[in-house]
């Protein structure tokens, strides 16, 4: 990389998708813009006196994805970082899958956002075997990730679209949640074997960024820390298991990975636990913004436009699970489901004509919907005196 003098103010550049060159900031060390540094062999005794001088960053070595796309192209894991709630960040995830597609790269794509038990029906969704609504059942998306689907949804319809491969990365749900309780010594043989048997603690620069991070919430280093630091480790080691063996399988493959920034950042979270199990040439890029942008952070830091994901169709209520249906448990004033004559307690038992089992089941069907649709309710009212009731609801969709 270059390392020179970084002009101030430091200017602050959006565009659909600018990137800079950051590298590792290592001497001699090659980056991905192809630039070296040379330090002078000899140093004079006035100079060894001097005051070390702190790396900088030249800010101006810009790209374009155009310009970026041969260099990634040519790396076999192509590393893409997010803030899981930034729509932004995804976008411009979708761009850099976009582009090395249609630059003739056989890809899959890995995504930390499933887990490895639901393999099957992701491969299900891309062969076209299940609709998208029984691969999100099946996946158990809602209980799983936490977060909106629609953040997702462009990058797995580009993926079914062009039949590229989408690989479950994480580690179950139930076995990193025993370890947060009680550690890695308290799984089953069984649960063991779900997990990496090679797990890496050397790494003390990461895990004290995980202290940081412990501390920031307030906690004290403590055994309680010992088992976030597991949970850490078993998440990366789990998806860089997974990965790695993926890579092996279809050495044909270029994988581009999808995770939080966290995972992804100094290359100490799941890229250096892939390429302890096999050799391979990456780069990571990660978008810029919340991130401090520091020597060896990533390969490239990207700044895609601002955008914001656009409104969900709502209808205004909570719900529960019922025996038969699902229950509306409260209604939110002027809310579309009040206008619509939706009354607490009231049992929904389909929409738009199609049955629905659960909460989920709902959410599902409003993926179909913008605000401002109309939607039809079948309902059961309970009640005491005069027997339940079942009727229709017509409802204008809010957000």
Not at 57 to 73: E, G, I, N, R, Y
Not at 194 to 207: G, K, L, M, N, R
Not at 288 to 313: N, R
Request: proline share 5%; charged share 25%.
């Amino acid at each position: 990389m270059v390392i020179t003098r970084c002009p101030l103010p430091l200017p602050l550049i959006f565009s659909s998708l600018f990137l800079v060159a950051c590298g590792n900031a290592a001497v001699n060390q090659r980056s991905a813009s192809g630039h070296d540094y040379h330090p002078d062999k000899q140093t004079s005794k006035q100079e060894e006196t001097r005051p070390a001088v702190a790396t900088v960053l030249d800010l101006h070595q810009s790209l374009d994805l155009k310009t970026l796309t041969p260099v990634l192209a040519t790396r076999r894991v192509v590393y893409v970082g997010e803030s899981h709630d930034n729509y932004a960040h995804h976008r411009a995830q979708l761009a850099v899958i976009e582009a090395l597609y249609e630059s003739g790269a056989d890809l899959a794509i890995g995504m930390e956002m499933f887990q490895q038990p639901y393999q099957q029906y992701l491969d299900d969704y891309i062969a076209g075997k299940i609709s998208e609504a029984e691969m999100l059942r099946k996946t158990e998306w809602y209980e799983r990730w936490v977060y909106d689907y629609r953040f997702y949804r462009p990058i797995l319809n580009f993926a079914k679209e062009n039949g590229i491969p989408v690989i479950a990365l994480n580690v179950p749900r139930e076995i990193t949640r025993r370890v947060s309780k009680a550690g890695l010594k308290s799984l089953s043989e069984e649960e063991r074997g779900q997990v990496p048997a090679d797990i890496d603690y050397s790494d003390q620069a990461y895990t004290d960024r995980l202290k940081q991070i412990f501390n920031q919430h307030g906690k004290e280093i403590s055994q309680d820390f010992e088992r976030f630091l597991q949970v850490q480790l078993l998440w990366d080691e789990g998806m860089a298991e997974r990965a790695a063996a993926y890579l092996m399988e279809q050495p044909q493959k270029q994988l581009v990975i999808l995770a939080g920034s966290g995972h992804l950042m100094h290359s100490s979270g799941i890229p250096n636990r892939i390429q302890r199990r096999q050799q391979v040439s990456s780069a990571v890029v990660l978008p810029g913004g919340d991130l401090k942008i520091e020597p060896g952070i990533a390969d490239f830091m990207l700044f895609p436009e601002a955008a914001e994901l656009p409104p969900a169709a709502v209808m205004g209520i909570y719900m529960e699970k019922a025996d038969n249906g699902v229950l509306v448990s409260g209604v939110l004033k002027e809310g579309a489901a009040e206008l619509g004559g939706v009354e607490r307690d009231d049992i929904i038992l389909a929409f738009d004509g199609e049955v629905v089992a659960s909460p989920n089941d709902l959410r599902i069907q409003l993926l179909k919907k913008k605000p401002g649709d109309d939607a039809r309710l079948t309902l059961l009212r309970r009640r005491i005196l005069f027997g339940d009731k079942q009727l229709e609801v017509n409802l204008t969709l809010g957000q």
